[in-house]
């Protein structure tokens, strides 16, 4: 289980590297597609998301929990077959969703009280809650209970905040290799990642770093970021606590971000990210394209027949025009909410793709220097 | 053109045929699937139609004109190109929309001023305005514009009502004859439908419906009904008009309706039908099966692990569970949407390729006894 990843080739401080799950590999650097409930924003369904190149699909936890329950899917053989994706899952472990989606939560050592987004029920969760949540829905991946502090919150708070998402972690590892040793785990072999917090504290970062490094874990992330501070900042961060984080582990930034925060996040030596930005950004119409960020609710392209980029391949690409795209999004038709995600999933899918060969020839400078500013460029 | 229709064979008082179009060829009795604003709602595009086993899209006039604008479409290549769908496209003539969507409408014997729906803007549209716009679209079929009058209404509304719809149907089908005589006509094939009203006077139905059956026109449509009547009075005015339709010429029920009212209507001699219902119904979790109508809200269905209907072979039935997609719908994903419009659609062309199969194999009435009550049926 510890040897789930294998770093393949380096170049210029970006990682080339192979993920194995027990449902298929990853190719790292590999973005995430977020399937929050199960299911990718925009109507796009498993079959879809083998079309737009994703390699790993992210769900949630406190989600997932919440409705339609664990328990269930559980019943029903587990996410993979719930959902019908086939292939590698990531499971948030829900920390982040507590802290920015519920209400009236009370963190205690034992754990999170919260209320419920959807109906305010009450709702407990301990560090070992959270583990066996994720062991029922069997994702390949599980990710230990933390506390996501707001940028900024007080030094004081965030250092105490630190030492008991640590504690929750040495639970969390604790409960993940029970649940994998029980007779009828639904996926025995599920790799348990840590999750780095300190906020903008560089001593607390890099403290709390070396003191999950220590419990040797398959993976590690860097969670508490892409919340307020600058992007500035968030790379600082990166580069401190990167260099704490064991090489032979797969390094996660969790939700982050554009276009550009990926290729600067590569170039820190981050080897997996999810973000919501392909979702959120294609419901108010914006396109990523390799020029830049395209809005096509923009009258120039009323009456324009290209498609959003002629180069791409994508299935949207490939059929329909920006007027038309235009068009759906003006009379407010599902369809345009389903060729953008599709064409920005399949965007994120490329850009990572393009990243690996760029690691694996020696020229992620080059391309970093190409594309790192203006991805995000609005065009 | 006027030879667009072949009547291969009947039973039973259902007819089967074959419609020619500039863009292809449908098997009659035939289901438009509804594409109002140039998209299927829930998110399916061209290609999914086509997987959905679509022969016949249906556009609309009116939405089309009000956004983006049918002078834009034509500019674009025509409204196939725009959509980026290759098979025919009949477009209704925006009759219907206007008197159940907009305000204000006030009509003259020179054609009929509205409000627009989506923002109050005044737009006057004649006979020959109608058509005009419907020539720029270039669909295949274009429909005569016509007065909807709703049931009940007076008499004498709608016998002058009926007489103003036929003046406007003579108006109509000149300058259908104009615009294909163009030099630039998008689609110099497009046929003109008229339409028969007459509410639910039997007298007015026939004498309107003899009336424009001595324009020859390549087709005739039967409007007004399902906006109130009951089952028993719509089908009475089925065969009371379809006695009166020229056999040679296809015949479509317009807006037209549950399964159990498209097997009594071809039961009635009528070829091709539309309706809303696959996708209207499909929002609100109904799925049509060959059982009957099955609600996924329902809590029954939390922990099936079964296709909607084991046995269908539409691409959501292939491969997802009742369970997942009563989440989705729970969950307000917009991918329940999508499976339910795609499964909804794959059910009603289904049915009418039955439909087509029972009547080529002389046992068309043992297909309507066994399934006209049990499809609508509630399961």
Redesign the interface.
């Known amino acids: 289980m510890h040897k789930m990843f294998a770093l393949t080739s380096t170049d210029s401080g970006a990682r080339r590297g192979e993920l194995t799950t027990p449902h298929g590999r990853v190719q790292t650097p590999a973005f995430m597609n977020v399937a929050t ?11 879809d998301l083998k079309t737009v190149g994703c390699q790993i699909a992210l769900a949630n936890t406190y ?1 997932l929990h919440i ?2 329950g664990d328990e ?1 899917i559980r ?3 587990g996410l993979h077959r ?3 994706w086939d292939s590698p899952i990531l499971t948030d472990s829900g920390g982040f969703q507590i802290f920015s989606l519920s209400g009236l939560r009370k963190i205690t050592e034992e754990g999170v009280a919260f209320a419920s987004h959807t109906d305010g029920r009450r709702i407990f969760m301990s560090p070992e809650d959270c583990i066996r949540i994720q062991a029922n829905l069997g994702s390949d991946i599980a990710m230990a209970l933390d506390e996501c502090v707001g940028i900024p919150s007080e030094r004081e708070y965030v250092k105490a905040s630190c030492d008991r998402t640590f504690r929750w972690l040495v639970r969390c590892n604790e409960e993940s290799q029970r649940q994998n040793n029980t007779d009828d785990a639904v996926n025995p072999g599920q790799a348990l990642f840590g999750i780095n917090q300190g906020a903008t504290y560089p001593d607390l970062r890099i403290e709390h770093m070396k003191r999950i490094a220590e419990l040797d874990l398959p993976g590690y992330a860097i969670g508490g970021l892409a919340v307020g501070e600058t992007h500035a900042e968030m790379y600082d961060i990166i580069e401190l606590v990167t260099e704490h984080m064991p090489s032979a582990r797969p390094r996660y930034l969790m939700g982050v971000g554009t276009p550009s925060n990926i290729i600067e996040a590569v170039a820190r030596g981050i080897d997996m990210l999810d973000c919501v930005m392909p979702a959120r950004n294609g419901r108010h119409g914006h396109f990523f394209t390799w020029g830049g960020v395209m809005n096509l609710n923009n009258e120039k392209y ?2 324009d ?1 290209t498609p959003v980029e002629p180069t791409c391949d994508c ?1 949207v690409c490939r ?3 920006r ?2 795209i ?3 999004l ?2 407010g ?3 345009a ?3 953008a995600v599709t064409h920005n999933l399949w965007f994120y899918n490329s850009l990572m793709s393009r990243i690996r060969g760029a690691i694996e020839s020696g020229s992620f400078a080059a391309f970093r220097r190409e594309f790192s500013d203006r991805l995000s460029q609005r065009i």
Chains 1, 2 share one sequence.
């Not at 409930?37 to 369904?45: E, T, V």
Request: aromatic share 4%; hydrophobic share 45%.
């Open positions: 409930q199960g299911a990718i924003k925009g109507g796009l369904d498993a079959r989600h409705r339609p269930l019943k029903l053989g719930f959902m019908a009323a009456a027949d299935p059929a329909h025009s007027a038309y235009r068009h759906l003006k009379a038709e599902a369809l909410m389903r060729l």
